[in-house]
Structures are given as structure tokens and as C-alpha cells.
């Protein structure tokens, strides 16, 4: 109970049925180990969540951006909600702490996971929508999740930016090269290089070979951005 008040506070939400949010933060692992009864986790919350999140993100971009074509808006309104991205707006939240997991999952880096922070962000708006309405939903994903969405896109994919700033540039050749693999089967973590003409420039880490890709081709954006400025 002292955790969820405590999360309440962060997100400067107070629920009405405090139910709805012990749902929100129930991963299924802890609700088979617990032996809770059927739908007590939060499946069932992330799938409104979502739809939620969708319509309100769509009516944003479709406000702010007048000029845009239906393609682009997909596209971006993609980066701004797609696993990873939701993944790093929980972290400001500390989301993956307030968490109910099962042991195992628990012992796997479950708190880090990209899925489960996603899916269970997606679940608190869905709980936040049942409890309070739609205004009240709308106003934590403005808050927390349509934010800074320049960076959010460049996150999303950064390894096709980079490509376009390389060649754009003239400055040669990008290649990925895998340099360390850790963890369990379950839960691998994979270190990835990247070289620009041969010379490392940057490391990415990721439970995939491809996010590891990603986030060492953000890092590389970063330290060109640094240096054009």
C-alpha cells in the first residue's frame, strides 16, 4: 500500500479506486504466483490503456502538426508510442520499482524489461482513464508521454537518422559489430559497436541485438550533434 501512495505522488495522481492502480502494477507473473483470481493483472488494463493512449496521441499530432500528411502522422505517432519509447518514459517515473512481480521474473531484470515497462504503462493510463475520465488520462500522458518529441523520434530511429547525417555528410561508412553477449537465454543482454570508417565511436546495450544497435547509433547522434553545436 505505502508503494502505491508513494507512486500516486509521483505522478500526481490521486485514484479514487485504489484498486484499479494495484491492478496496473500487477504483472501477470505475480498473479499466477500469488494464485490471484482470474484477470487480477493488468492484461486486461494495458489493452485499454493502449487504445486510449492511441486516440489521444493521434488527436496531438493531428492538432499540432495541420500540415502533415496521414503517412507522416502514422509514422511519428509510431515512434512517440511504439515499446522502446514507452520504455524510457517510465523511467523518470522509476515505474519499474513500483512494480508487483513474480520471484522469478523479478530475479530476471523484469523491473528493466522493455515489454513489461510498456505494457504496464500503458495499463496505469487505461486504470487512470476508468478512475478519473478521459481529461484526467489525457492530462498524465501529455505529462509523461507527449513530450520532447524531437528526441523521442530520434530514439526511435536513430540508426536510419545516422545513416542519412553519414551520408548527408560525406563521412564515410557505419558498421555494427557485436562485441559481448551476457545473461541467461531468458534475459540476454547484448553489447553492440559501432565504428564509423573502421574507428569505434560508440557502444549500445539492449536485450535485443537490434535495440543495442539502436541505442549505440543514438549515442553516436549524440556526439555529432555535440560537436556540430
Known amino acids: 500500500m505505502k508503494k502505491q501512495l508513494e507512486f500516486q505522488q509521483v505522478i500526481g495522481y490521486e485514484f479514487q479506486q485504489g484498486g484499479l492502480l494495484v491492478q496496473a502494477l500487477t504483472h501477470s507473473s505475480y498473479a499466477n504466483e500469488k494464485r490471484m483470481k482470474k484477470h487480477s493483472d493488468n492484461e486486461r488494463l494495458e489493452f485499454l490503456g493502449d487504445a486510449v493512449l492511441e486516440i489521444i496521441s493521434s488527436e496531438y499530432l493531428y492538432n499540432r502538426f495541420p500540415d502533415l500528411p496521414e503517412g507522416e502522422l ?26 508487483l512481480l513474480g520471484r522469478g521474473e523479478d530475479q530476471t531484470g523484469g523491473r528493466e524489461r522493455s515489454s513489461i515497462l510498456s505494457d504496464a504503462l500503458e495499463a496505469v493510463i487505461g486504470a487512470i482513464y476508468l478512475d478519473g ?26 540508426k536510419t537518422i545516422l545513416q542519412e547525417t553519414v551520408q548527408g555528410r560525406g563521412m564515410g561508412t557505419i558498421s555494427y559489430k557485436l562485441a559481448k553477449e551476457s545473461g541467461p537465454d531468458h534475459n540476454k543482454v547484448f553489447q553492440v559497436e559501432l565504428s564509423l570508417n573502421g574507428r569505434k565511436m560508440s557502444i549500445g546495450e539492449g536485450h535485443t541485438k537490434k535495440s543495442a544497435e539502436q541505442e549505440a547509433a543514438y549515442n553516436a547522434l549524440m556526439q555529432l550533434n555535440e560537436k556540430q553545436s
Do not use: N, P
Not at 502514422?74 to 512494480?99: F, H, I, N, P, W
Not at 475520465?133 to 536513430?158: C, N, P, R, W
Open 133 to 158: 475520465g478521459f481529461a484526467s488520462a489525457k492530462e498524465f500522458v501529455m505529462k509523461y508521454i507527449l513530450t520532447d518529441i524531437a528526441h523521442k523520434q530520434l530514439f526511435y530511429d536513430s
Open 74 to 99: 502514422t509514422k511519428m505517432r509510431a515512434s512517440l508510442v511504439c515499446e522502446s519509447t514507452l520504455a524510457l518514459c517510465t523511467k523518470d517515473l522509476q515505474l519499474g520499482s513500483y512494480l
